[in-house]
């Protein structure tokens, strides 16, 4: 997969440095970069380093262009510029539009324009599937769901009935959409099940990880706004709001009913309480446990970094005596106030 320097300038609306004839093969990392490779650099670190790179050419920050000059692509964002590199250089696997024997699809069900169904794939009841979509091996497409145009489904995907997702939705391996929220009424000693009828609806360009669950609504729908993306095994409880564009880092667990606003960024194994509000452009940093709503857009963080053990143990020691020590300064409080 072989593009001219010149081309890749054109596609990424980069400004071209050097040779614009030269041939590029291959997108690697500044370190790993030779002859043929075309890397990036977004670590100012790196910026120092510029010398010691072997790769034909190199995507830099737009500043650098009368400074620098080698074969390069300058850009205002070198990151995004990566993200379109790998997108031309992908090779991911893509299915042919055609049919397998071995899937069952329901005679109600409406199949689009050039979809490609993969071997024992099921499509339920009245299910539709968009125009130019892919669903790989094994994946379950239940009764009443609809699935929008140019949707790319991998192998083991579980989506329940009466969902509805977008177009451009990427979901990843072993994911389930729209099981039953964890919901149970306490009943003499005993939970009685209450069901969830509500649904998931699932907005455009979205991208779901592996291995992840989003369960259907009790009564209103668990909703996953536009631009959203969901990184692998993570849990998204039922009637929970999930705003435009926002990230969400691996392991994170969302409680029942919360909603989360829009272009926030979720750190991994993030913990958060149900029925809370987080307002927009929020940033929660790695293993933060949310209890309250977040009414002010910022970076918030909690938990205890690690350290050595030693360390660790007598932090947690002096922890426990947190109680003790405030009653004692207290005290100390109100036996100065009596001195003066």
């Known amino acids: 997969m072989a593009h001219l320097l010149a081309n890749l300038a054109t596609q990424l609306s980069a400004q071209l440095g050097g040779n614009g004839d030269l041939i590029i093969e291959r997108l690697a990392t500044f370190d790993s970069a030779k002859q043929g490779d075309i890397t990036f650099v977004s670590d100012k670190k790196l910026l120092t380093r510029l010398s010691e790179c072997t790769a034909s050419a190199i995507v830099l920050p737009s500043e650098l262009k009368d400074s620098y000059s080698g074969n390069a692509l300058f850009m205002d964002n070198p990151y995004v510029g990566y993200a379109l590199l790998a997108r031309l250089f992908d090779t991911t696997p893509n299915l042919s539009a055609n049919i397998a024997d071995s899937a069952v699809i329901h005679e109600t069900a409406s199949i689009g324009k050039n979809v490609a169904i993969a071997e024992n794939v099921v499509v339920g009841k009245n299910a539709k599937v968009g125009d130019n979509s892919q669903i790989?091996?094994?994946?379950?497409?239940?009764?009443?769901?609809?699935?929008?145009?140019?949707?790319?489904?991998?192998?083991?995907?579980?989506?329940?009935?009466?969902?509805?997702?977008?177009?451009?939705?990427?979901?990843?391996?072993?994911?389930?959409?729209?099981?039953?929220?964890?919901?149970n009424a306490p009943y003499q000693g005993t939970w009685v099940k209450i069901p969830q009828i509500g649904k998931v609806i699932i907005g455009d360009d979205v991208e779901i990880g592996s291995s992840t669950t989003i369960d259907r609504g009790a009564l209103s729908d668990t909703v996953i706004g536009k631009g959203v993306k969901i990184d692998n095994q993570c849990q998204i409880a039922h009637n929970v709001k999930i705003g435009e564009h926002c990230a969400i880092a691996g392991g994170t667990n969302i409680a029942?009913?919360?909603?989360?606003?829009?272009?926030?960024?979720?750190?991994?194994?993030?913990?958060?309480?149900?029925?809370?509000?987080?307002?927009?452009?929020?940033?929660?940093?790695?293993?933060?446990?949310?209890?309250?709503?977040?009414?002010?857009?910022?970076?918030?963080?909690?938990?205890?970094?690690?350290?050595?053990?030693?360390?660790?143990?007598?932090?947690?020691?002096?922890?426990?005596?947190i109680e003790e020590l405030f009653k004692r300064v207290k005290q100390l409080e109100k036996q100065l106030e009596e001195k003066n």
């Open 136 to 183: 790989f091996a094994n994946t379950v497409i239940g009764e009443g769901t609809e699935l929008g145009n140019d949707c790319k489904i991998y192998p083991n995907v579980s989506i329940y009935h009466a969902c509805e997702i977008g177009n451009n939705v990427i979901i990843h391996a072993n994911t389930i959409i729209g099981s039953d929220g964890f919901g």
């Open 256 to 321: 029942g009913s919360t909603v989360v606003g829009k272009h926030c960024i979720i750190g991994g194994s993030v913990a958060m309480n149900g029925h809370i509000t987080i307002t927009d452009s929020v940033v929660i940093t790695g293993d933060s446990m949310v209890m309250r709503s977040i009414n002010k857009s910022g970076v918030y963080s909690s938990g205890v970094p690690a350290q050595e053990s030693k360390a660790w143990r007598k932090t947690t020691a002096y922890t426990l005596k």
